[in-house]
């Protein structure tokens, strides 16, 4: 239940126990009923208590714990995380100097969660392209950007409504048999992030290597130049195998 908010294994048990039996314990009972060794259990107390997630109390010598009741136990974790984040905003971070390392990166929040922030760094320009589902996270973030001046050019698999007129829209064709989702996000036409899709998890590259923010600067601008080809000659590009086929071969 807790492990997830930083609480070690039996912090969670011992609180999940208390939470459970609705009523005060001993150290006794919360050892039958949490599985955590007597050994180790007055310590976990001790450190539940620190952490203000249990109350305890005395009664005819006997030490009695109770759990905080769940939702204050929410409302603590909410606080002590918007905490922690005030405390995160307030460090001092080093400007680093640009450099050419490649930077991997997994998992689809916290790509997601640097790609907002890429964004919203962005002061001359941004190019983006993504699949219409994704754009739902970015979306509002680049519009407020579009409204302060920042040019922003967007490549959409699928159909978004914006008010940002830059955006050149693919609909993916129903003769492709797998379409891989992927995300290109260029800011100021210095910094690059890449993210795609494997073994069904999300990974991305970030950099600022001049070579690569190119490449998938160019990358992008293909993607863009194939749909609007495509778009207006699609009728005549389909009535020929050899080009149908070679255009199925592409990333969409």
């Known amino acids: 239940m807790l492990q997830q908010f930083g609480f070690t294994q039996y912090e969670s048990k011992v609180y999940e ?11 006794t009972s919360i050892v039958k009923l949490s599985g955590v060794p007597r050994a180790k259990v007055y310590e976990v107390l001790h450190r539940m208590g620190e952490k203000g997630m249990i109350l305890e109390s005395t009664v005819e010598k006997k030490r009695l714990y109770s759990a905080l009741p769940l939702e204050s136990a929410i409302e603590k974790l909410k606080a002590d995380f918007d905490s922690h984040i005030n405390e995160l905003r307030k460090a001092k971070v080093k400007q680093a100097a640009a450099d050419d390392r490649i930077w991997t990166l997994k998992e ?93 998890k999300w990974q991305a590259i970030h950099t600022m290597s001049r070579p690569l923010v190119k490449f998938f600067t160019e990358f992008f601008y293909h993607d863009v130049a194939l749909t609007k080809i495509t778009g207006r000659y699609k009728d005549t590009i389909m009535k020929d195998p050899a080009i149908c086929d070679l255009l199925l071969t592409l990333r969409y």
């Open 17 to 27: 126990s208390l939470v459970s039996a609705g009523e005060p314990l001993d150290a």
């Open 108 to 200: 689809n929040h916290s790509i997601q969660a640097l790609m907002k922030s890429l964004i919203n760094n962005a002061a001359d320009s941004i190019i983006i392209s993504g699949w219409s589902d994704d754009f739902a996270a970015y979306l509002p973030l680049l519009e407020e950007k579009y409204l302060q001046g920042t040019e922003v050019t967007i490549h959409v698999i699928g159909e978004i409504s914006t008010t940002i007129p830059t955006v050149t829209t693919l609909i993916p064709d129903t003769n492709h048999e797998q379409l891989e989702k992927s995300r290109i996000l260029i800011a100021d036409g210095q910094e690059m992030l890449f993210a795609g899709i494997e073994d069904n």
